[in-house]
């Protein structure tokens, strides 16, 4: 029971970076219609962004802000200046293109921090807190804490402020949106912005546990995707609910079925992504938005 | 035709004479960039003429590659016969993904490939005793299986392996542009360009589409196992998710359907870091600057992609109808 409980506290610590990226990835999917391939290479440039702050003297949290900042720059930057050109374009094109950034990302992460891994101290100490004869990680809660508390911020923007509203009219239905005096292009960029941010969250609460590299968000990204595959690539709510729901089912399976172990973990969320895909596109709480060809 | 003809015999014969000139290592160079060559043609005959999108084309190299490793490390058979068998191996699963692939639109196509090619070391090393897990498998030292140190024709070790692997990549070259000028091609586009016309015009869409994945597969299948002889090595990392995406820049490269463009696709994928390091004051003895243009490249190309459609529609697909 004990090690069940370890199991799940920490699979929810790793479903909720899952759920901040899978946010990022169901953000840009709902309002563009495009599956960003190089949202988890984002992911690392931030995350190595805030570590160079971090290593230039700075403490932790100023240092998060200021990644949080730089980062939903960057977003609206990239939707200014390489999506926005070519949005009328074939959809296919711009997911091509996002497979172009991860590809250079990549490289110039590698550039810059070089390729070997980095330790990247969190704000949150390893050691465990024991509560009632379970010991838990006290980066695991803060983890859990951290995704939390940034989901429900984002969760408040959209259904509370006059500029999230925006957001939802933009993307659900962009035309009319335009027609009543919502500015389109600045939602879509600021979707974009909000992404990059949302990313950055999942880079800088993963980069402690998995040590900072350039290629640290690959596999992470695969879990986001079948995060939000699982909860429906058009519902917010289902994407973070499905990044919990994976971690704590990837860390169970993992556990438990000795076959599966660590070495078949990413092979079970790719088999979670072509079962959800092939059986209920919609996944848990999205509409039936996945079009069968 | 004949124009066509004239160029490809051009092509063939300067790939032919390319090696004596040049030093044994740029020789072993060429002899990948014909692998990769082969790879991009089954690639476009997919995205370019199906307009199936494939983003773990590496991983059907990956499936050609470890059938040419494990018959000559466990069976002892000569390479050059596990290349047939690789290519039915690869096509044969290449068939079988083709099936579920009807059943997803274009976005989940690439975010599924992707992922078979993100999780296909972590599997390669799962099933050790098959694999040989992270070790891979070693083809070192088979002189009688290899003919490595025997000499045949007088050529050294490398000017064999190009030459098998230009002779292949010609081979698959002339069929896959048979098969594109064909009614099979024909299909194709017509289904990519629409569905609906396609299916209303008597297309059996689905055998088509399969029969892409199938076709693509299998060349991915000989690309993956001359890979394999060339390097004598192959292991979980030798078809990373990074291959697969070299791939598709390759193709993009090769203006999307056009078959000459694989070639320069391939060239680029093994040069551009020599061209990167023209580049005054930028080591590529790391990957990071090359990465870097690469995915630039394929950026650019994407924001130019209605130029570039326009320039590809005029420039091949005419070719394909008119050849007939």
């Given at each position: 029971?004990?090690?069940?409980?370890q199991?799940?506290v920490s699979g929810l610590a790793s479903g909720g970076i899952y759920?901040s990226l899978?946010?990022?990835?169901?953000?840009?999917?709902?309002?563009?219609?495009?599956?960003?391939?190089?949202q988890g290479e984002m992911a690392t440039l931030s995350a190595f962004l805030c570590f160079t702050l971090v290593d230039h003297g700075w403490s932790f949290w100023p240092a998060f802000g200021a990644t949080l900042?730089l980062s939903?720059?960057?977003?609206?930057?990239?939707?200014?200046?390489?999506?926005?050109?070519?949005?009328?374009?074939?959809?296919?094109?711009?997911?091509?293109?996002?497979?172009?950034?991860?590809?250079?990302i990549n490289g110039f992460d590698t550039w810059v921090w070089g390729g070997a891994a980095k330790q990247f101290h969190g704000p949150f100490s390893t050691e465990p807190i024991?509560?009632?004869?379970?010991a838990f990680s006290k980066q695991d809660i803060g983890v859990i804490a951290v995704s939390?508390?940034v989901?429900?911020?984002?969760?408040?923007?959209?259904?509370?402020?006059?500029?999230?509203?925006?957001?939802?009219?933009?993307?659900?239905?962009?035309?009319?949106?335009?027609?009543?005096?919502?500015?389109?292009?600045?939602?879509?960029?600021?979707?974009?912005?909000?992404?990059?941010a949302l990313g950055a969250v999942a880079g800088v609460l993963a980069a402690p546990s998995l040590f900072l590299e350039p290629n640290m968000m690959q596999t992470v990204l695969l879990y986001a995707?079948?995060?939000?595959?699982?909860?429906?690539?058009?519902?917010?709510?289902?994407?973070?609910?499905?990044?919990?729901?994976?971690g704590?089912?990837l860390n169970?399976?993992g556990?438990?079925?000795?076959?599966?172990?660590g070495e078949?973990r990413l092979?079970?969320?790719?088999?979670?992504?072509?079962?959800?895909?092939?059986?209920?596109?919609?996944?848990?709480?999205?509409?039936?938005?996945?079009?069968?060809? | 035709?004949?124009?066509?003809?004239?160029?490809?015999?051009?092509?063939?014969?300067?790939?032919?004479?390319?090696?004596?000139?040049?030093?044994?290592?740029?020789?072993?160079?060429?002899?990948?960039?014909?692998?990769?060559?082969?790879?991009?043609?089954?690639?476009?005959?997919?995205?370019?003429?199906?307009?199936?999108?494939?983003?773990?084309?590496?991983?059907?190299?990956?499936?050609?590659?470890?059938?040419?490793?494990?018959?000559?490390?466990?069976?002892?058979?000569?390479?050059?016969?596990?290349?047939?068998?690789?290519?039915?191996?690869?096509?044969?699963?290449?068939?079988?993904?083709?099936?579920?692939?009807?059943?997803?639109?274009?976005?989940?196509?690439?975010?599924?490939?992707?992922?078979?090619?993100?999780?296909?070391p972590t599997?390669?090393?799962?099933?050790?005793?098959?694999?040989?897990?992270s070790?891979?498998?070693?083809?070192?030292?088979?002189?009688?299986?290899?003919?490595?140190?025997?000499?045949?024709?007088?050529?050294?070790?490398?000017?064999?392996?190009?030459?098998?692997?230009?002779?292949?990549?010609?081979?698959?070259?002339?069929?896959?542009?048979?098969?594109?000028?064909?009614?099979?091609?024909?299909?194709?586009?017509?289904?990519?360009?629409?569905?609906?016309?396609?299916?209303?015009?008597?297309?059996?869409?689905?055998?088509?589409?399969?029969?892409?994945?199938?076709?693509?597969?299998?060349?991915?299948?000989?690309?993956?196992?001359?890979?394999?002889?060339?390097?004598?090595?192959?292991?979980?990392d030798?078809?990373p998710?990074?291959?697969?995406?070299?791939?598709?820049?390759?193709?993009?490269?090769?203006?999307?359907?056009?078959?000459?463009?694989?070639?320069?696709?391939?060239?680029?994928?093994?040069?551009?870091?020599?061209?990167?390091?023209?580049?005054?004051?930028?080591?590529?003895?790391q990957a990071g600057?090359?990465t870097?243009?690469?995915?630039?490249?394929?950026?650019?190309?994407?924001?130019?992609?209605?130029?570039?459609?326009?320039?590809?529609?005029?420039?091949?697909?005419?070719?394909?109808?008119?050849?007939?």
């Amino acid at each position: 029971m004990t090690n069940f409980l370890q199991q799940v506290v920490s699979g929810l610590a790793s479903g909720g970076i899952y759920g901040s990226l899978a946010l990022a990835l169901v953000l840009i999917h709902r309002s563009t219609g495009v599956l960003n391939f190089a949202q988890g290479e984002m992911a690392t440039l931030s995350a190595f962004l805030c570590f160079t702050l971090v290593d230039h003297g700075w403490s932790f949290w100023p240092a998060f802000g200021a990644t949080l900042v730089l980062s939903f720059g960057g977003g609206v930057a990239l939707h200014s200046v390489l999506i926005r050109p070519i949005q009328r374009g074939p959809l296919l094109g711009i997911v091509i293109l996002t497979i172009g950034l991860l590809i250079a990302i990549n490289g110039f992460d590698t550039w810059v921090w070089g390729g070997a891994a980095k330790q990247f101290h969190g704000p949150f100490s390893t050691e465990p807190i024991t509560v009632g004869g379970v010991a838990f990680s006290k980066q695991d809660i803060g983890v859990i804490a951290v995704s939390l508390v940034v989901v429900a911020l984002v969760g408040l923007l959209f259904t509370r402020t006059k500029l999230g509203l925006g957001l939802r009219a933009a993307a659900v239905n962009p035309v009319e949106a335009r027609l009543v005096g919502v500015r389109v292009g600045a939602m879509l960029a600021v979707g974009w912005g909000l992404a990059a941010a949302l990313g950055a969250v999942a880079g800088v609460l993963a980069a402690p546990s998995l040590f900072l590299e350039p290629n640290m968000m690959q596999t992470v990204l695969l879990y986001a995707f079948a995060a939000a595959v699982l909860g429906g690539m058009d519902s917010p709510l289902g994407a973070v609910l499905g990044g919990l729901l994976l971690g704590v089912l990837l860390n169970l399976a993992g556990t438990y079925v000795h076959w599966i172990g660590g070495e078949l973990r990413l092979a079970t969320a790719l088999a979670v992504i072509l079962a959800v895909l092939l059986v209920r596109p919609a996944g848990l709480l999205g509409r039936s938005l996945v079009r069968r060809a | 035709m004949k124009v066509k003809l004239a160029g490809f015999g051009l092509v063939a014969l300067a790939l032919a004479v390319l090696p004596f000139p040049l030093s044994e290592f740029r020789t072993v160079q060429l002899a990948t960039v014909g692998a990769y060559f082969i790879a991009i043609l089954g690639l476009d005959v997919l995205t370019g003429h199906s307009g199936q999108i494939s983003l773990g084309h590496g991983a059907f190299m990956a499936v050609g590659g470890y059938t040419t490793a494990i018959l000559m490390a466990d069976h002892g058979v000569r390479d050059v016969w596990t290349i047939p068998i690789a290519a039915a191996v690869a096509g044969a699963i290449g068939l079988a993904a083709g099936i579920p692939a009807l059943r997803l639109s274009g976005l989940y196509l690439a975010l599924a490939t992707f992922g078979i090619a993100v999780v296909l070391p972590t599997i390669l090393k799962k099933f050790d005793g098959f694999t040989g897990g992270s070790t891979g498998i070693t083809l070192f030292g088979k002189p009688a299986q290899t003919g490595h140190g025997v000499g045949v024709w007088g050529l050294t070790n490398n000017q064999w392996l190009y030459a098998l692997t230009w002779t292949v990549g010609a081979a698959c070259f002339l069929l896959a542009w048979w098969l594109l000028a064909s009614r099979f091609g024909r299909s194709l586009r017509a289904i990519r360009d629409s569905e609906l016309a396609a299916a209303a015009s008597g297309v059996n869409r689905a055998a088509y589409k399969v029969g892409a994945f199938g076709v693509s597969a299998a060349f991915a299948g000989v690309a993956g196992s001359l890979y394999a002889i060339n390097v004598a090595y192959v292991s979980p990392d030798t078809f990373p998710i990074q291959l697969s995406l070299t791939l598709l820049v390759g193709a993009v490269v090769g203006l999307y359907g056009s078959i000459w463009g694989a070639l320069l696709g391939a060239l680029l994928i093994q040069f551009l870091s020599d061209l990167v390091g023209l580049v005054p004051h930028v080591d590529t003895k790391q990957a990071g600057p090359t990465t870097l243009v690469f995915g630039l490249v394929l950026v650019a190309l994407m924001l130019l992609l209605p130029l570039v459609l326009r320039l590809a529609s005029a420039i091949t697909d005419r070719g394909y109808s008119r050849g007939r």
